[in-house]
């Protein structure tokens, strides 16, 4: 995370905050108010990142289940477990993760815990993709081999020019039988939503909530995976892991299975085979 133009003089930033939500200890008090400035006025914000969170376990569950053991986890935040290799080792020991943030101190935290042997740190803009696939802790990949690529909760905090950018860099980079996992803030049926937008944008950095409609080009050309494009709590539940609980210790409550995604859309989708037929 944090890839959006930060607002001038702002303490707070995307990661910190988006930890607080999430019920994380990796957060100081501007990111905590932040937060609660946001949740001020989408009560909503703190079910939506776990939400989010669950998600990303059952998409990389999704693509080791389809034999996928190496990943990278663009605009990757703070580390919170279950962590990318934490899942997708369960069944590849061996799977291979690559973090990518251009926060110094996330790439810190990174660092120190996934020093585990098999995952790498990136530490660079995701808004230009080139640069980061040719970093040399990249060379972890290998992009002749099925990979599968995430960007969960980051592409909204990017203009539309540098979100497809920075997409159809990795795209481009991704053999057939890789998988592009994407989560993305949506309006959904918010009147207030453009009150909400500037509350982020006054506290922390740009964002731009996007339809499903405006996501769509994303995996346009993808085979995209059922059930399509879809609130990110009704993406795939079928594959939720029981034994994951999201940092319920700091008193969040449980989430109940109707509970609001809070305005989250998400989708896998996967890189055919040349000549095969694909969605869009």
């Known amino acids: 995370?944090?890839?959006?133009?930060?607002?001038?003089?702002?303490?707070?930033?995307?990661?910190?905050?988006?930890?607080?939500?999430?019920?994380?200890?990796?957060?100081?008090?501007?990111d905590r108010e932040a937060a609660e400035a946001l949740a001020a006025k989408a009560p909503e914000a703190f079910a939506a990142v776990r939400w989010n969170r669950f998600f990303s376990v059952r998409a990389v569950r999704f693509c080791v289940g389809a034999g996928v053991d190496q990943f990278v986890?663009?605009?990757s935040g703070f580390p919170t477990s279950p962590n990318v290799h934490e899942v997708a080792r369960k069944v590849h020991p061996d799977a291979?993760?690559?973090?990518?943030?251009?926060?110094?101190?996330?790439?810190?935290?990174d660092r120190a815990l996934n020093a585990v042997g098999k995952t790498a740190i990136v530490e660079a803009d995701l808004r230009d993709p080139?640069?980061?696939?040719?970093?040399?802790?990249?060379?972890?990949?290998?992009?002749?081999?099925p990979v599968g690529v995430l960007f969960v909760a980051i592409l909204h905090?990017?203009?539309?020019?540098?979100?497809?950018?920075?997409?159809?860099g990795f795209r481009e980079a991704m053999s057939p039988?890789?998988?592009?996992?994407?989560s993305h803030a949506s309006p959904g049926s918010r009147k207030d939503i453009d009150?909400?937008?500037?509350?982020?944008?006054?506290?922390?950095?740009?964002?731009?909530?996007?339809?499903?409609?405006?996501?769509?080009?994303?995996?346009?050309?993808?085979?995209?995976?059922?059930?399509g494009l879809v609130p990110v709590q009704r993406w795939r539940p079928d594959l939720a892991d029981p034994s994951v609980q999201i940092n319920t210790a700091r008193g969040l409550?449980?989430?109940?299975?109707?509970?609001?995604?809070?305005?989250?859309v998400a989708g896998v989708a996967r890189v055919p085979e040349p000549g095969g037929a694909a969605d869009g």
């Open 195 to 227: 009150e909400a937008v500037k509350t982020y944008r006054d506290h922390v950095a740009d964002i731009w909530p996007r339809t499903p409609e405006q996501i769509a080009p994303y995996v346009t050309g993808l085979e995209l995976v059922e059930p």
């Open 96 to 109: 291979r993760v690559v973090y990518v943030d251009k926060d110094p101190l996330v790439a810190t935290h």
């Open 1 to 30: 995370m944090g890839t959006a133009h930060v607002r001038p003089g702002a303490s707070s930033t995307i990661p910190g905050v988006y930890d607080y939500l999430l019920g994380g200890k990796n957060n100081l008090p501007p």
């Open 177 to 182: 039988g890789s998988y592009l996992v994407v």
């Open 253 to 264: 409550p449980q989430l109940a299975d109707d509970a609001p995604g809070a305005e989250f």
């Open 130 to 145: 080139d640069a980061v696939i040719a970093d040399p802790e990249m060379g972890l990949i290998d992009w002749t081999r």
């Open 73 to 75: 986890d663009v605009g």
């Open 157 to 168: 905090f990017l203009d539309d020019h540098d979100a497809m950018r920075a997409v159809t």
